[in-house]
T-cell receptor, first 116, second 115 residues
Framework: AQSVAQPEDQVNVAEGNPLTVKCTYS??????LFWYVQYPNRGLQFLLK??????LVKGSYGFEAEFNKSQTSFHLKKPSALVSDSALYFC??????????????FGKGTTLSVSS | GAGVSQSPSNKVTEKGKDVELRCDPI?????LYWYRQSLGQGLEFLIY????????KSGLPSDRFSAERTGGSVSTLTIQRTQQEDSAVYLC?????????????FGPGTRLTVL
């Protein structure tokens, strides 16, 4: 069965420092991987996705993520954090062999807090 | 263009009452999803519509939950005889088609509180 784990409930980082939000997945084949961000009282916003090709994926707001097949990870990164990056981040996975095209499987989310 | 919209934004109801939650997907998106977000539980898939195909109801937690999608556009999620454990934020998402590589676009959600 497909699953996603976000091992950290919360990540704290100082503004200007690099940030990493961790995600590991379990899918039988090659996965499609997504990151979403949720600001308070808002819906989820798409940040980036990995489908195929380069392992390093660049997305919105300066975020990037690296697909590591051997470690089954897709960690979200940003070189220099901003206070405005403080939000709830969700990693999600989909098995491309799933012909039913059903929903994404989401992790439980990681709260990122960036201090000034 | 307009994003996914949901109404109402907040709904407070009494235990045992029925509620209807509405979702307007992005125009042209054929796939529509409902999720439930509970505190500390992440996002839980409820139901998926793709065009005129039969919906995937595999995520509905009980037979008190049902959903319709009329004309391949607007969707309504109905919860009958609400229980306190139904309290959550209900999120709707749409995507361009059933391609599993397409990202989903989410609405702002409906916060349901069952007293």
């Amino acid at each position: 069965a497909q699953s996603v784990a976000q091992p950290e409930d919360q990540v704290n980082v100082a503004e200007g420092n690099p940030l990493t939000v961790k995600c590991t997945y379990s899918v039988s084949g090659n996965p499609y991987l997504f990151w979403y961000v949720q600001y308070p009282n808002r819906g989820l916003q798409f940040l980036l996705k990995y489908i195929t090709g380069d392992n390093l994926v660049k997305g919105s707001y300066g975020f990037e993520a690296e697909f590591n097949k051997s470690q089954t990870s897709f960690h979200l990164k940003k070189p220099s954090a901003l206070v405005s990056d403080s939000a709830l981040y969700f990693c999600a996975v989909r098995d491309p062999r799933d012909q039913a095209g059903t929903a994404l499987i989401f992790g439980k989310g990681t709260t990122l807090s960036v201090s000034s | 263009g307009a994003g996914v919209s949901q109404s109402p934004s907040n709904k407070v109801t009494e235990k045992g009452k029925d509620v209807e939650l509405r979702c307007d997907p992005i125009s042209g998106h054929t796939a529509l999803y409902w999720y439930r977000q509970s505190l500390g539980q992440g996002l839980e898939f409820l139901i998926y519509f793709q065009g005129n195909s039969a919906p995937d109801k595999s995520g509905l937690p009980s037979d008190r939950f049902s959903a319709e999608r009329t004309g391949g556009s607007v969707s309504t999620l109905t919860i009958q005889r609400t229980q306190q454990e139904d309290s959550a934020v209900y999120l709707c998402a749409s995507s361009f088609d059933r391609g599993s590589y397409n990202e989903q676009f989410f609405g702002p959600g409906t916060r349901l509180t069952v007293l």
